[in-house]
């Protein structure tokens, strides 16, 4: 089945710090995707990639960046953790190459990180 | 642009009752349509998805019908149970990477 594996469940972090997400996949799949979810707002997409050492940005991009090395870990950094990025974030991962397609996404359990 | 539109909740219904979770779209292209759930605590799964005007997709009771017509992709289930209690998200998928979600429907289902 189906596997995709965020590092942590809860997190919290100080104001400043800079905050490592991590996610691996074990499905081979080229895409993989971040996204924040806040009350009311539903799911922001923030960076993705589809290719190892690819990426681009999301709808908001501002304070985070990402590393993609190997085909199956894609890493969310946040580079100096704010009050406003305390959030549920989501790891999801999708087959199919850029173009049209019709696969879904598989996600991870979420990590809910404080920024204290 | 790309978007979807669905029904704000939360809704709360008795067990047994019919179900049904209103999803409009607007999108270039043919796009494919998918509903996810999210149960407390978790991320999202996939329920169903429809790939073509007029495909049926269905899974555990439930089922939405993709409307090219109405540009709708409703969700519907015709006896829900306490379990079903979650989140529920409508979206599509273009060509391209980026999935769109609708807001969310939170669903309260009570014995």
């Known amino acids: 089945d ?6 942590s469940r809860y997190l919290v972090k100080r104001t ?16 993989m995707f971040w996204y924040r979810q806040d009350p009311g707002l539903g799911l ?16 908001i991009p501002e304070g985070y960046s990402v590393s993609r090395e190997k085909k199956e870990r894609f890493s969310l ?4 953790a704010s009050t406003n990025q305390t959030s549920m974030y989501l790891c999801a991962s ?3 190459r850029r173009g049209p397609s019709n696969q879904p996404q598989h996600f991870g359990d979420g990590t809910r990180l404080s920024i204290l | 642009g790309n978007s979807v539109t669905q029904m704000e909740g939360p809704v709360t219904l008795s067990e047994e009752a019919f179900l049904t979770i209103n999803c409009t779209y607007t999108a270039t292209g043919y796009p494919s349509l998918f509903w996810y759930v999210q149960y407390p605590g978790e991320g999202l799964q996939l329920l169903l998805k429809a790939t073509k005007a007029d495909d049926k997709g269905s899974n555990k009771g439930f089922e939405a019908t993709y409307r090219k017509e109405t540009t709708s992709f409703h ?10 209690s979650a989140v529920y998200f409508c979206a599509l998928l273009t060509g391209g990477f980026k999935t769109i979600f609708g807001a969310g429907t939170r669903l309260f289902v009570k014995a």
């Open chain 1, 94 to 96: 999708r087959g199919g």
């Open chain 2, 75 to 84: 969700l519907e289930k015709g006896s829900v149970q306490v379990s079903d």
């Open chain 1, 16 to 31: 400043g710090e800079k905050v490592f997400l991590e996610c691996v996949q074990d499905m081979d799949h080229e895409n």
């Open chain 1, 44 to 59: 922001r997409l923030i960076y993705f990639s589809y290719d190892v050492k690819m990426k681009e940005k999301g709808d």
């Open chain 1, 77 to 80: 950094i946040l580079e100096s």
């Open chain 1, 2 to 7: 189906v596997k995709v594996t965020q590092s």
